[in-house]
Structures are given as C-alpha cells and as structure tokens.
Nanobody, 115 residues
Framework: QVQLVESGGGLVQPGGSLTLSCAAS????????MAWYRQAPGKERELVAR???????NYADSVKGRFTISRDNARNTVYLQMNSLKPEDTAVYYC?????????WGQGTQVTVSS
C-alpha cells in the first residue's frame, strides 16, 4: 500500500519561506498526478497546487506567483516551495494524488505564519 509522508512544516514569519516535501513509498508515483492541499482551522480542505506526469502545474489563485510545486520521480517525492508567506497561509498541508484518493490522506504537516 502506498504511503504519503509530508514534512517540512513549521513556524515562519510573514514574508518568509518554507519548502514542504512529500515522500511516496511506491514506484508508481511517477505515473500519477500529484497535488498539495491544505486545511485551515474551521475551513474545508482546499487544493493548493497540482502537477501532472509531464510536469505541467496549476495553482490556486491565492498562491499563484508565491508557491511552486515540483516533483522528483527518481526519489518518489513531490515538493512545495512556499515564498512570501502570509498569515492566511496558516494551515495543515497534505499531499495526495490528483484527484485525491481518500485512503491516502496522511497526517499532514503544520505551517504557521505568524510574527
């Protein structure tokens, strides 16, 4: 069974940067679109960014120009580079396939943007 393990979250000041990583335990990672999602307190989980097998990307309007999703198929890993972070980016960030598959939601990684 595939496991997706997120890491790299933390506390950062507004305007700062973080890079999240998501490691997959299976080799078929490279033939699937992947995505990052987030859930802020009291809000529904939302799609942040996605990347397909050819490397084409798409972003939520709220993060466009600030976040970059990338993947390393040799390492079965997807990344989310987050720059110019804002307090409203505070959330638990999850990676999953795109479209998301319910059985693969992991623990996520907490990102807190605060001064």
């Amino acid at each position: 069974q595939v496991q997706l393990v997120e890491s790299g979250g933390g506390l950062v000041q507004p305007g700062g940067s973080l890079t999240l990583s998501c490691a997959a335990s299976a080799s078929f990672f490279s033939i699937n679109s992947m995505a990052w999602y987030r859930q802020a307190p009291g809000k529904e989980r939302e799609l942040v960014a996605r990347i397909d097998v050819l490397g084409y990307t798409n972003y939520a309007d709220s993060v466009k120009g600030r976040f970059t999703i990338s993947r390393d198929n040799a390492r079965n890993t997807v990344y989310l580079q987050m720059n110019s972070l804002k307090p409203e980016d505070t959330a638990v960030y999850y990676c999953n396939f795109y479209p998301a598959r319910a059985m693969y939601w992991g623990q996520g990684t907490q990102v807190t943007v605060s001064s």
